[in-house]
């Protein structure tokens, strides 16, 4: 159980710091062997894309887990608490679909490429494990999703004492 509870909360954040360390050394061994060794790399940008294109799938679903992507909040000022749980689990709902869109295709995409066993030019790695960054990063996305689902249902039917901010676009705790 405590496997599962620290998966939950630091999963995508070591799967962040591990494709972003790696992209930063790439790319500043990239720029060693070019201008101080006077030979580059032919997989470095190569690598580095790949981590970077990871790294963005994977960050969606941690922007969904800490509540802080993008929104516009205007209608949210005009509701009251009730109205604005309402609202973020419907919002949440239109963006389940389209997360459920998104993997179902980018499986149908990454299954294929694997299939055809298409590889990158300079690495030689399997194009169909990068799209496969798609599907699991939209899968993770789902997951955090459904749980936001249930904490606003929670606290819908006064189970939980959380509440939404808009200005800040997450749920705090009320001190009573």
Known sequence: MK????????????????????????????????????????????????????????????????????????????????????LGILANIIFFVFAIFIIINGYVLSSELLSWGQTSPALDFPMGVVYLATPVGMSLTAIRIIQQIIKQIRTLLGHDNFEMKPEHEHYTEIKD
């Not at 790319?27 to 294109?53: K, P």
Request: net charge positive.
């Open 3 to 86: 496997i599962i509870k620290w998966l939950d909360d630091h999963f995508e954040e070591y799967l962040l710091i591990i494709l972003s360390a790696t992209m930063v050394f790439v790319i500043a061994l990239q720029v060693f062997m070019r201008f101080i060794i006077g030979s580059s790399l032919i997989w470095s940008e190569e690598l580095a894309r790949y981590c970077f294109i990871w790294l963005v799938y994977i960050g969606i679903s941690y922007g969904v887990k800490k509540q802080r992507h993008i929104k516009v909040d205007i209608v949210l000022l005009a509701l009251k608490d009730r109205g604005k749980i309402i």
